[in-house]
């Protein structure tokens, strides 16, 4: 009984195997197939050459996907190739083109370049490669700064052109008075302009009248050209 039980089981495998061979001998099952390649990857480097890379996944003959370890040829499900082949090779570090104006606490645009180190095509770069915008920051404290200006002083002459000034304070944020040199642009403190330049540029040097006779001469009508000496007759 036993043995009329193998029999029939080996029966039964070969039919099955017969089922499973195909015309040509071989399986009646497919290997699972690699179908087309993605498209390929964006460049790893967008300012000098890099590589970039396409895929491919395993599918079995239904079209179900399936792990890529069973298909034939593992490392086939990838490619690599380069890219960027005509861009710069090295490059400059960046640098900022200004000083940042950014007021305190608050913050502007500055602008940075950099060069390419190997003689190439800039223009076929993007503009990003070789210009950058960035955001920087003002000081965390707002530096001192001039008050404001104070009354003109007495002009330097009465009765000529003269020169005559006017000053102002430093003061911090707090509105304390501080020294002048914590505020920028140091000789902005004072301004100077000229005055009374509508009066005589020069004047002659003091002198009595030269006269003949005796004369009593008041001194209070003394005068300077270019006007004449009063006099009076004793």
Same mark, same amino acid.
């Given at each position: 009984?036993?043995?009329?039980?193998?029999?029939?089981?080996?029966?039964?495998?070969?039919?099955?195997?017969?089922?499973?061979?195909?015309?040509?001998?071989?399986? $009646?099952?497919?290997?699972?197939? /690699?179908?087309?390649?993605?498209?390929?990857?964006?460049? +790893?480097?967008?300012?000098?050459?890099?590589?970039?890379? @396409?895929?491919? +996944?395993?599918?079995?003959?239904?079209?179900?996907?399936?792990?890529?370890?069973?298909?034939?040829? /593992?490392?086939?499900?990838?490619?690599?190739?380069?890219?960027?082949? =005509?861009?710069?090779?090295?490059?400059?570090?960046?640098?900022?083109?200004?000083?940042?104006?950014?007021?305190?606490?608050?913050?502007?645009?500055?602008?940075?370049?950099?060069?390419?180190?190997?003689?190439?095509?800039?223009?076929?770069?993007?503009?990003?490669?070789?210009?950058?915008? @960035?955001?920087?920051? $003002?000081?965390?404290?707002?530096?001192?700064?001039? $008050?404001?200006?104070? =009354?003109?002083?007495?002009?330097?002459?009465?009765?000529?052109? $003269?020169?005559?000034? @006017?000053? @102002?304070?430093?003061?911090?944020? +707090?509105?304390? /008075?501080?020294?002048?040199?914590?505020?920028?642009?140091?000789?902005?403190?004072?301004?100077?302009?000229?005055?009374? =330049?509508?009066?005589?540029?020069?004047?002659?040097?003091?002198?009595?009248?030269?006269?003949?006779?005796?004369?009593?001469?008041?001194?209070?009508?003394?005068?300077?050209?270019?006007?004449?000496? +009063?006099?009076?007759?004793?």
């Amino acid at each position: 009984m036993k043995i009329y039980a193998t029999l029939i089981l080996e029966h039964v495998m070969v039919r099955l195997y017969v089922h499973l061979l195909g015309a040509n001998g071989r399986t $009646g099952l497919c290997v699972q197939n /690699l179908v087309e390649w993605e498209d390929w990857s964006v460049c +790893s480097e967008s300012c000098s050459p890099g590589t970039q890379n @396409r895929i491919r +996944s395993c599918y079995n003959e239904n079209g179900t996907l399936v792990n890529n370890t069973e298909c034939e040829n /593992l490392e086939s499900f990838v490619e690599e190739q380069s890219c960027n082949d =005509d861009l710069c090779l090295e490059w400059s570090e960046w640098e900022a083109e200004a000083e940042c104006s950014a007021l305190c606490r608050s913050d502007a645009n500055q602008t940075y370049a950099r060069t390419c180190i190997n003689l190439t095509n800039l223009t076929l770069h993007e503009d990003i490669c070789y210009s950058d915008t @960035r955001t920087c920051d $003002g000081p965390s404290i707002c530096p001192p700064t001039w $008050g404001e200006w104070e =009354d003109w002083s007495v002009c330097s002459e009465s009765c000529s052109p $003269g020169t005559q000034n @006017r000053i @102002r304070s430093c003061y911090n944020e +707090s509105g304390t /008075l501080v020294k002048n040199t914590e505020c920028e642009n140091l000789e902005s403190f004072v301004e100077e302009q000229s005055c009374n =330049d509508d009066l005589c540029l020069e004047w002659s040097e003091w002198e009595l009248p030269k006269l003949n006779v005796l004369l009593y001469v008041d001194p209070v009508q003394i005068k300077r050209s270019p006007e004449h000496v +009063s006099i009076k007759q004793i």
